[in-house]
């Protein structure tokens, strides 16, 4: 089959590889029909993750089932499935628990599996044409019968609109509070978008490409330009004072061709636009801060973070990864009653042939690249 696979920073190819198959007998076997590119794959591609070459990338699928192990007993074939990014078995004590992003029983020394993903165990991506599920009963939502018709919506449930929606429950947003969100990525115009649906009154979103401003504008929020260097008093003015919840949807950005600067300041910046006792959910990655230089695996990602003023505004943070299955059924009916429309972020359906050049553009945040849909 073809695959897009990693070669090595900035350097990855279309190629033949082997078939993926049904392995174990509770495995599903899918033909990819949507595999999205994601910030998250960036974290590869430039080399801050070390990858190994030949590797498969790709962890927002969504595609047909064409085979079944013989332990599967709610997936059939002909199914149009969503995946979760996080790959969990459904029975360890985290994911009983509905900690998913967490599964114990992966094949990772540290909890968390993911397609396509360094330090999240050695699970073939799919940015390909076939995928193997591994535990599909419970990995798999089967979408209803709109699926084809609006993929598009339905494929950004694998990881981006789970995980917007995710900084939101993180930061513990309720209706009629006021959210700002830092970046305009496609995660922090999702978490934006997550928090008008959650009935916040004012959502503020901190960018400084004006095409993701645009978007965060499409989201129902006000957009904040951070080029001026005056976006935390414009913030403080908007929200009388500090906005109620903060999302950090940035990470670690190695490589912004305009310039921003290093995340350590986004999370002081939260700090200082949250009001004292406000909450925050951080969603964006931490990773080795320099690009191209870690040689082993590493999970390590430190930022100079100012303790002091986070203690005496009282304020609480919550991090990690989306548990993307707490989340994916509810919004799915969102999509299928027509509330949410998460594909208006989408710029690009391409071939995957194509998808070289996708990564370059979008890892360039070449105007107008915001989401791009890979279509093996
Ligand atoms: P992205 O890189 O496309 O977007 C990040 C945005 O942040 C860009 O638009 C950039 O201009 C902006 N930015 C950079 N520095 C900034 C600053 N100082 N202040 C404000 N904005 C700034 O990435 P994405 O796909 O939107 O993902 C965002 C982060 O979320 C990444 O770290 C990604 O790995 C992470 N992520 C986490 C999870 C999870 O489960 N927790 C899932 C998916 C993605
Ligand atoms: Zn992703």
Not at 126 to 148: K, M, S, T
Not at 212 to 241: F, M, Q, W, Y
Not at 280 to 298: K, N, R, S, W, Y
Request: net charge negative; aromatic share 8%; with cysteine.
């Amino acid at each position: 089959m073809k695959a897009l696979v990693y070669e090595g920073p900035r350097q990855v190819a279309v190629e033949d590889v082997p078939d993926a198959r049904i392995e174990r007998p509770t495995d599903v076997l899918v033909r990819v029909t949507s595999t999205n590119i994601c910030g998250s794959d960036l974290h590869m591609y430039e080399g801050r993750t070390p990858m190994e070459q030949g590797r498969i990338l790709g962890h927002e699928n969504l595609g047909v089932v064409v085979e079944t192990g013989e332990g599967v007993y709610g997936v059939h074939v002909g199914d149009r499935v969503c995946l979760p990014f996080n790959i969990g078995c459904g029975f360890c004590e985290n994911c009983e628990r509905g900690y998913t992003g967490f599964c114990l029983s992966v094949d990772s020394d540290t909890p968390g599996g993911a397609y396509g993903f360094a330090a999240m165990g050695s699970y073939a991506g799919g940015q390909a044409e076939y995928l193997r599920v591994p535990w599909g009963d419970f990995n798999c939502l089967v979408l209803p019968e709109d699926a084809a018709e609006k993929e598009n919506d339905y494929v950004m449930l694998a990881d981006i609109f789970p995980t917007g929606y995710h900084a939101t429950e993180l930061a513990g947003v309720s209706p009629g509070e006021s959210v700002v969100v830092y970046g305009a990525g496609p995660v922090g115009v999702m978490a934006a978008y997550s928090a008008v649906l959650r009935g916040a009154s004012q959502v503020l979103v901190v960018d400084r490409h004006p095409d993701r401003l645009r978007l965060a504008e499409a989201a129902g929020a006000i957009p904040v330009d951070d080029s001026k260097g005056e976006h935390i008093e414009e913030i403080l003015e908007r929200t009388g004072g500090g906005a109620d919840r903060g999302c950090e949807c940035v990470g670690y950005q190695a490589h912004d061709p305009q310039g921003h600067e290093k995340p350590e300041s986004t999370m002081n910046d939260l700090v200082a636009s949250v009001r004292a006792t406000g909450g925050i959910g951080v969603v964006g990655v931490f990773l080795p801060q320099d690009e191209g230089a870690p040689t082993e695996l590493t999970r390590e990602g430190k930022l100079p973070f100012d303790f002091g003023q986070f203690w005496f505004k009282g304020q609480s943070i919550r991090t990690g990864q989306a548990n993307v299955k707490s989340y994916n059924r509810q919004l799915a009916q969102l999509i299928h009653h027509d509330r949410a429309h998460p594909s208006f972020l989408v710029s690009h359906e391409l071939p995957l042939a194509e998808a070289p050049e996708a990564y370059r553009h979008f890892d360039d945040r070449e105007p107008g690249w915001t989401k791009v849909i890979l279509k093996p």
